[in-house]
């Protein structure tokens, strides 16, 4: 799991880096182990690894994007236990939802393309909207997406400790200063695994509920939505 982490992204508030991890003796990583193994069992990360740095890129002239640097020892647990998210994504996944393994944005977005056309040359007409859930990681209710992870039988354990995550406390890092802790009440660590995953929770419902009430065709990739009406010409 530690040689499958890249290496190029910054370091977390335990400082370690993939190679180090992949270099530990078998001694050592049998520990790393039974200290993983102890967290999920108890459901919360040990409290040096409570802390999660950010750290700002430019996204517009206005508007930076704020990325979460997650402690490393949190990521290779994630690698780890990748195998049941997964299986869960699989049997949670609606027709709708697009972000799925081997698949891509730009293949969807063709594919939508060209099923559009094709009613078009049948003489039909087509309205699209093209949904961007602006903010929407930083705009979440923790407890209501607690409960629909849970109401959509997400594996408990992992979720308690992606949950560690998301409610510990956050530091801005720029330019070698650092703020003052913040606690976060509304928002995912964005880079988190499972990040993706409690997006698929949350978005569920609501699309499901769409789909029953009105003749729409919809796509998810995360938080970007497109809704399709097809209907005879007037």
Request: proline share 4%; glycine share 8%.
């Amino acid at each position: 799991a530690g040689r499958s982490v890249r290496s190029g992204r910054g370091r977390g508030s335990d400082a370690l880096g993939p190679r180090e991890i992949a270099r530990l003796p078998d001694a050592a990583l049998a520990e790393l182990s039974d200290m993983l193994g102890s967290a999920e069992d108890h459901g919360v990360w040990p409290w040096q690894l409570q802390v999660i740095l950010i750290f700002l890129l430019a996204k517009s002239e206005l508007k930076d994007r704020a990325i979460c640097l997650l402690p490393m020892l949190t990521r290779i647990w994630a690698k780890v236990r990748q195998a049941p998210v997964r299986t869960w994504s699989r049997a949670q996944s609606g027709f709708w939802d697009k972000a799925i393994q081997g698949n891509s944005a730009l293949r969807i977005a063709l594919m939508r393309a060209v099923w559009i056309e094709a009613h078009v040359e049948q003489g039909l007409d087509v309205a699209i909207a093209l949904l961007d859930l602006e903010g929407f990681y930083d705009s979440i209710d923790l407890l209501r997406l607690f409960h629909a992870a849970l109401g959509m039988r997400y594996p408990v354990r992992l979720l308690a400790l992606s949950f560690g995550l998301y409610l510990s406390p956050r530091i801005l890092r720029w330019k070698g200063w650092i703020a003052t802790p913040i606690q976060a009440g509304k928002s995912i660590a964005t880079g988190e695994a499972a990040g993706t995953m409690m997006a698929k929770a949350l978005v569920y419902d609501m699309l499901e509920r769409a789909h029953h009430k009105h003749p729409v065709q919809s796509d998810q990739w995360v938080d970007d939505l497109s809704l399709i009406h097809i209907s005879e010409p007037t």
